[in-house]
């Protein structure tokens, strides 16, 4: 397996849930667009080599300009599978490991991006960051009452950036759909778990937590403020 590590950025959601009138990726956190955010910690991380970002389609001279010549920008398409998927399809021959991380995850700290990068370079043909669940979980019904309450013991929350060899990833989003059980995949690892390749933890950063509503940007800009 070649050692040279690239990094896919899926950016070309809309960001229904965030609101505003620009796509997600290009939301100002102090000063600087999500998406340059999310580039600058990938390329801080030591062991990344190369950056190919998925932009909404109406966008691809924005983020060309923002990012700038270094970073390979193309369209994304209609949901993140489709955008990680155009973006996978661009990467050169040489590399072998494929990194997937979020724009909208921009505080992600880049020791996280190269543990993951370590963990698969290391031998793991796909690695994830975890943390464990904080609030209680319960299973509902469909009119919303408690079905019962769900041990947490054994359940992570999934952050990015998630790490894979690169002919694992290939083959995962050729065959990539639906899994056995018929739960949706929102994931990469989810692609890759159907495929039944062992798929390895790493903790996670709480740091790294998705910018997905308002409430969202707002800590992210407190912890920025604090950091600077
Ligand atoms: N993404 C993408 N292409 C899509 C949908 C999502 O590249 N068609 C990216 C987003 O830009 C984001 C990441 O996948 O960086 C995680 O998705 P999410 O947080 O759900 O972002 P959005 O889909 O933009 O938000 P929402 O679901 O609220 O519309
Ligand atoms: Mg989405």
């Known amino acids: ?5 690239a990094a896919v950025v899926p950016a070309a959601g809309r960001g229904e849930r965030l609101g505003g009138s620009v796509p997600k990726a ?8 999500l998406v340059q955010h999310a580039v600058d910690l990938l390329t801080s991380a030591t062991l990344v080599d190369q950056v190919v970002v998925a932009a909404p389609a109406a966008e691809l001279e924005t983020f060309a300009a923002l990012l700038g010549p270094g970073v390979r920008v193309i369209a994304g398409g209609a949901e993140r599978i489709d955008s990680v998927r155009a973006a996978i399809a ?17 505080l992600t700290p880049p020791a996280l991006v190269d543990a993951v990068a370590a963990a698969v370079l ?10 464990a669940i904080n609030d209680t979980i319960k299973q509902v019904d469909d009119v ?18 998630q790490g894979f060899r690169r002919d694992v990833l290939d083959e ?34 709480p740091e790294a937590f998705k910018v997905t509503r308002p409430v969202d ?12």
């Open 90 to 106: 661009v990467l050169d021959e040489t590399v072998g490991v494929v990194l997937v991380h979020d724009a909208a995850r921009p």
């Open 122 to 131: 290391g031998g793991a043909p796909a690695v994830i960051p975890v943390l």
């Open 1 to 5: 397996m070649s050692d040279r590590v």
């Open 172 to 205: 995962a989003y050729r065959l990539g759909g639906m899994s056995a059980d018929g739960v949706a995949i929102t994931d990469d690892a989810g692609l890759v778990e159907a495929l039944g390749v062992p798929v390895m933890t790493v903790p996670g950063a």
């Open 144 to 161: 919303g009452r408690v079905v019962r309450t769900v041990s947490r013991d054994v359940l992570r929350a999934v952050q990015t950036p």
């Open 217 to 228: 940007l707002l800590l992210a800009e407190a912890l920025l403020a604090r950091r600077d």
């Open 26 to 33: 290009l939301r100002a956190l102090a000063g600087r667009s």
